[in-house]
């Protein structure tokens, strides 16, 4: 069973920076893993997602310039580099992962394991 585990969400003011730590308890060598975000009362969507050998990213259109997706295998570990944050990224933020070579999924059916999210405000 995968486990993954979030990390580094808190409160931060608008303009400011977060990077996010997704740890899994598994190698995830061969898994793409995506960050999804929540607002209450909706579905999670997709904020990036990187191939299980980082050769393909990708981000929704409110993440690219501002957000960057990046992993370390050797560690288990995906992160989610955010900068310029505004009060619209207010979330819960979550990482998944699925057993998958190629491009990631950018959609959450397709995620098998998720983590149990970190949250993330930025008053405005």
């Known amino acids: 069973q995968v486990q993954l585990v979030e990390s580094g969400g808190g409160l931060v003011q608008a303009g400011g920076s977060l990077l996010l730590s997704c740890v899994s308890t598994r190698a995830i060598t061969y898994y793409a893993v995506g960050w999804f975000r929540q607002f209450p009362g909706k579905d999670r969507e997709l904020v990036a997602a990187?191939?299980?050998?980082?050769?393909?990213?990708r981000y929704n259109d409110y993440a690219k310039g501002r957000f960057t997706i990046s992993r370390d295998n050797d560690k288990n570990t995906v992160y989610l580099q955010m900068n310029s944050l505004k009060p619209e990224d207010t979330a819960t933020y979550y990482c998944?992962?699925?057993?998958?070579?190629?491009?990631?999924?950018?959609?959450?059916?397709?995620?098998?394991?998720w983590g149990q999210g970190t949250q993330v405000t930025v008053p405005g």
């Open positions: 998944a992962s699925e057993l998958r070579l190629g491009p990631p999924a950018t959609y959450a059916g397709p995620y098998n394991y």
């Open positions: 990187i191939s299980s050998d980082s050769a393909s990213t």
